[in-house]
């Protein structure tokens, strides 16, 4: 079982439900990623109707808590609704990944430009 990818998913769609509606578009780009990544889509399925714990993430390297962090923040603005419950767990996830919370603000604005070194990511690490 590839581990990452089901934490990554986990996050995923427990920021989708942050809101408490689970938009198409949000569910397309769970499902999205994990076609791109061979993740059984039973097994999606089975963590949509029973999220995990998001435990700790330290573990993961740079890179994959880059793409997990961007990740998140994609999910934020799949529906083009950005709300205060979808924010504060971002920033709950940045800090879990060794981000300051900042950053979450800092990539919602420039998200657009879309790679970690446009965005300077590291700026945003903690100590």
Known sequence: MDIVTKKKLNILIQLAMAD???ADVERE???RIARERNYPIDEVNE???NPEPIGTLGALSESQ???YL???IEMVLADHRVVE????MSQHIA???????NVVNH???HFDKRTSKDLRLSDFRQV
């Open 20 to 22: 408490h509606e689970f």
């Open 29 to 31: 780009l769970i499902y």
């Open 47 to 49: 963590l949509i109707r």
């Open 65 to 67: 808590k880059d793409d």
């Open 70 to 72: 961007m990740s998140s």
């Open 85 to 88: 419950s979808e924010i504060v």
């Open 95 to 101: 800090i879990k990944l060794g981000y300051l919370k």
């Open 107 to 109: 990539l919602i604005t």
